[in-house]
């Protein structure tokens, strides 16, 4: 999907399940199909960027890269950088900060809810997830 098109609400969504990182990746400037959707990626990803920063999120927890599909390598290294960065913020530290962040990226989401049967859905992963955490604890 062009970076353009990733709404601002899958990224909440991300963070309100509980996710350690997201990658906010797509092609560079001069490789963009649709001539301007990596410049309204970047914008957008920009001010995720600054929303998160608000929120006293460990930085490395959300991170944007310009890779193209040519650079297999430069994935791997930004996903094992990323890795590195969870691993070295203490499991309940980052735990807390997961739980401490979930209410206000759940208050940001304003599209996503609106769409016809996410809702249902929404509350059915909620389960799951609770379900597989507890399951791991």
């Known amino acids: ?3 353009a098109r990733m709404d601002s609400d899958f990224i909440y969504e991300a963070y309100r399940l509980g996710a350690g990182a997201v990658l906010y990746s797509g092609c560079h400037t001069q490789d963009c199909h649709y001539i301007t959707g990596q410049i309204v990626g970047e914008k957008r990803a920009k001010r995720l960027a600054t929303i ?3 929120m006293n999120m460990s930085p490395g927890r959300f991170r944007v890269e310009w890779i193209s599909a040519a650079e297999g390598d430069k994935y791997a ?3 094992n950088e990323m890795q590195a960065t969870l691993d070295a913020i203490p499991e309940d530290e980052l735990k807390a900060e997961i739980e401490r962040i979930k209410p206000e990226v759940a208050k940001r989401l304003t599209r996503l809810p609106n769409v016809p049967g996410v809702v249902p859905s929404m509350q ?3 389960k799951v997830v609770d ?3 507890q399951e791991v604890a």
């Open 124 to 126: 059915h992963i909620d």
């Open 77 to 79: 290294r930004v996903v």
């Open 52 to 54: 998160f920063e608000r």
């Open 131 to 133: 379900v597989m955490l």
């Open 1 to 3: 999907m062009c970076s």
